[in-house]
């Protein structure tokens, strides 16, 4: 199922927690969803799952107004909120029969889809601890199991990978991304490498607005505006390579990073790759290209840059 927003609007008195932000997020879609502590993430994600009421705006499932059908789109959702509230004193397998008796799963289908969520999310040797005995990582796994047991259309996950272990984190990213294929996942992260690794697609928000919306790739083209390339070139006079850089069309700048190792940066006029012709101008002088990486705004910069004010 789709998601759209449109002009959704939360405000705490005067402060506008989330301030008129629309964006939609496709069916078989992982949207990575950034933004500093405070920005808007979690009110955004507590209107979507109907915890909240926007004072403006719609959310649509489906399709569907959530203000006019939220007892049947409610259905299609699973939630794991940032905080996983848990019952301590439940066993595993008692909380998840629990969960799904809640959700309104058929009583003969329970025990399979607890036996599906136990398998899925590793918990196989957790399974008859009281959900206090378990390491935060666990009981992580634990809330995700809750999230999927109805097998909804849409996942819903504020910060699904905190207290989990590197290789548990990696697990969890692989589910994701399985879930992803045929389910609209949001998911909300402070984990840069994260997004990358398992998000279609970013969108950063920033004092309740929405200050980038795309892949990490175009993201970085954006941020980067213009081509820059690290070049090293040998068997070469400094100076006339220097010269002879400054002299391609395509190139705007060239700078020197290390005079003695005849290592440059150059930059590309708007809308060029310089790459092409410093090859062919190596070729051609019969010099020793020894090194062209391209530069790449890192996912950090970029988010620090939009997200600083």
Not at 50 to 63: C, H, P, R, T, W
Not at 87 to 116: N, T
Not at 150 to 162: A, F, G, Q, R, V
Not at 232 to 246: H, R, S
Request: charged share 30%.
């Amino acid at each position: 199922m789709d998601i759209k927003i449109e002009k959704l609007t939360k405000k705490y008195g005067t402060h506008r927690a989330v301030d008129q932000i629309s964006f939609e997020v496709k069916q078989g879609e992982i949207l990575g969803f950034l933004g500093p502590n405070g920005a808007g993430k979690t009110t955004t994600m507590k209107i979507i799952t109907n915890y909240l009421n926007a004072d403006e705006g719609e959310v649509y499932i489906g399709g569907k107004k959530l203000s006019e059908h939220a007892d049947e789109l409610k259905r299609h959702i699973g939630y794991l909120p940032e905080n996983n509230p848990l019952y301590h004193d439940m066993p595993v397998i008692d909380y998840l029969e629990f969960c799904a008796a809640l959700q309104g799963i058929d009583k003969l289908r329970i025990p399979e889809r607890v036996r599906e969520m136990i398998r899925i999310t590793g918990l196989n040797a957790e399974k008859h601890k009281k959900i206090g005995e378990l390491s935060k990582g666990y009981r992580q796994r634990v809330g995700l199991a809750q999230a999927m047991i109805h097998n909804p259309s849409i996942l819903i996950l504020d910060e699904p990978t905190t207290g989990l272990d590197p290789n548990q984190i990696v697990e969890i990213r692989r589910l994701i991304r399985e879930l992803g294929r045929e389910k609209t996942v949001i998911l909300s992260t402070h984990i840069l490498p994260e997004v990358e690794a398992t998000c279609d697609r970013i969108l950063i928000i920033n004092n309740g607005k929405i200050v980038a919306d795309g892949t990490a790739e175009n993201l970085r083209k954006q941020a980067q505006g213009q081509e820059i390339l690290t070049v090293k070139i040998e068997d070469g006079e400094v100076n006339t390579i220097f010269k002879a850089l400054q002299s391609l069309s395509t190139v705007a700048t060239v700078d020197f990073m290390d005079r003695t190792l005849s290592r440059f940066e150059v930059q590309s006029r708007p809308g060029c790759t310089s790459r092409r012709e410093i090859f062919n101008l190596c070729v051609q002088n019969h010099w020793t290209l020894t090194e062209m990486a391209v530069f790449e705004a890192k996912l950090e910069d970029i988010f620090r840059e939009l997200t600083m004010n």
